[in-house]
């Protein structure tokens, strides 16, 4: 039997996505025959990963592991809720944040390299994950992940899986607890005003002056006087600050006030809390989710099969 080389391997995973140990048991089996191979890892993976690779993966989990002062919260995600539940993609995404807590990876990449075996696949955690997507049927990926381990104590709360928070703090454990589930009802979008990124602020700026130029032009339209370039400025710089406030944590509304109006930061100082920094990861953020109209694949069908038959015999 010819020996099975490292490039062989390299070569059949490229043309499949199969796993690395699936392509050499293949190659194996088909005494190094490279079609036979793709034939073997065809009729056992169904050719599902590589089908599967180009699929928007929107749905999925976050996971999260804390141990002392190091801990890190990881985004997985794959197509639907349904695979989102199953046993082996959510014993996947909590290895995947006990390895990047473990093992500080500099970014998914090099998380994916790392040792890891699970149902069968391996060694590296890249293997598993292409491995499960043969199995289970569905494009799956790592999307995201942060790692704390600058020696300020841990607290993290997931609301089910889809919503996690990590928050990096001193002081009462009960009151960086209380912080971590605000972060999760309320999410902000920075600790402080001076921390919200200066994007989301441009964005808000031009909203409120396009909204203050809207105003200003309705005001002329029935008859009014237009306002000053001066008091559009005040409005819009108004709009903004407003807009900080209510995005960043420290300035929210405590959930849990008894009065209605304790800040967080005057929850923190009470309980003589700091908090030094806070991730929240929501699923599939920021993701487009591709809306499938049936009708119209339906119609496309049909079109499709007309046109055939409408072809000269």
Do not use: W
């Amino acid at each position: 039997m010819p020996a099975i080389t490292a490039s062989m391997v390299a070569e059949l995973r490229a043309k499949t996505d199969a796993p690395m140990m699936e392509c050499k048991k293949a190659l194996t089996e088909a005494d190094g025959d490279m079609g036979r191979a793709e034939e073997i890892l065809r009729v056992k993976l169904g050719n599902k990963a590589g089908k599967a690779a180009s699929r928007i993966t929107a749905e999925g989990v976050v996971a999260a592991s804390v141990s002392g002062s190091t801990g890190a919260l990881v985004e997985v995600n794959c197509e639907t809720d349904f695979v989102s539940k199953n046993d082996s993609f959510l014993a996947f995404a909590k290895a995947a944040a006990a390895l990047v807590a473990e093992k500080n990876p500099a970014d998914v990449a090099a998380l994916s390299m790392l040792p890891y075996s699970q149902d069968g696949f391996g060694p590296a955690l890249e293997d598993v994950r292409k491995g499960l997507i043969g199995k289970i049927g569905e494009n799956m990926s790592i999307r995201r992940f942060k790692r704390y381990a600058g020696g300020g104590k841990l607290a993290h709360y997931l609301h089910g899986t889809r919503i996690g928070v990590l928050v990096e703090f001193e002081g009462s454990d009960v009151a960086a607890k209380d912080v971590a589930m605000h972060v999760a009802a309320m999410k902000p979008a920075a600790l402080s005003q001076a921390d919200v990124p200066a994007d989301i602020v441009d964005k808000e700026r031009r909203i409120a002056a396009e909204k203050a130029a809207e105003d200003s032009a309705a005001a002329v339209a029935a008859g009014k006087a237009a306002q000053s370039p001066e008091i559009v400025a005040k409005r819009v710089e108004g709009a903004v600050q407003k807009f900080l406030k209510e995005v960043s944590l420290l300035n929210q509304v405590f959930v849990k006030a008894a009065d209605g109006k304790q800040t967080v930061e005057q929850m923190l100082k009470a309980t003589g809390t700091k908090v030094q920094g806070f991730t929240l990861y929501v699923v599939g953020e920021g993701i487009e989710k591709k809306a499938d109209d049936f009708a119209a694949e339906v119609a496309a069908q049909v079109a499709a099969a007309k046109k055939e038959e409408d072809k000269p015999r």
